[in-house]
């Protein structure tokens, strides 16, 4: 009886804990212009934020273009670098530069690569575009926004219009040592139980 209240208590602590490690909190970021001025094929972009996620670990991310559309362009020769910085600088907001003029990743080297994308309609309708972040590139931008500053990279190789760009980052409370410790003693002390019980059975 007295070993049954154990296991009680502990599947009601863990219980209790298990949400405050599950719970997710999304944000939401855009450039200033949101369009990054139709991204100009003679430009390529640098995007920084500032945000401090306490607390929390960044779970899952996207990066959207609502009505992309590249009107003066061929599908498949041109192409839209998207790029994850590690913005050291610490600045927010966006920086213009201006392009070499060929089809190279203006941010080569620098930071990590999220996609170079082709196949972007060249005649209406255009279409959202969301690229998803994979589990690697959360893993660098877990690491870049430690100190609250990370930017995206954005190189078009074509006029891109768009009628704007959006951030996406889900986070999660990440839990303190104490609570984790709590938890594998929880569930340690369930399989003790469980397995003394199956021997005596």
Not at 129 to 136: E, I, L, R, S
Request: glycine share 10%; charged share 15%.
């Amino acid at each position: 009886m007295k070993k049954m209240k154990k296991i009680y208590l502990i599947s009601v602590l863990i219980l209790l804990l298990l949400p405050s490690v599950s719970s997710a909190i999304p944000y939401t970021f855009s450039p200033n212009p949101s369009d990054l001025y139709d991204l100009d094929a003679a430009d390529y972009y640098n995007w920084g934020v500032y945000q401090v996620f306490d607390g929390s670990g960044i779970v899952s991310a996207t990066l959207t273009f609502s009505n992309i559309i590249n009107l003066y362009g061929n599908l498949e020769q041109d192409v839209l670098h998207l790029n994850l910085l590690d913005n050291t600088e610490q600045f927010v907001g966006v920086q213009v530069f201006s392009d070499s003029g060929d089809q190279s990743n203006a941010f080569e080297g620098q930071g990590v690569l999220l996609a170079s994308v082709y196949g972007i309609p060249v005649a209406p309708p255009p279409v959202d575009y969301v690229y998803t972040f994979t589990a690697a590139q959360i893993g660098y931008l877990n690491s870049f926004a430690l100190d609250g500053y990370f930017g995206i990279g954005i190189d078009p190789q074509c006029h891109y219009f768009n009628d704007g760009i959006t951030l996406t980052i889900n986070t999660a409370r990440v839990p303190e040592p104490t609570t984790l410790l709590l938890l594998g003693s929880g569930l340690v002390g369930m399989g003790l139980l469980g397995r003394r019980k199956f021997r005596r059975g």
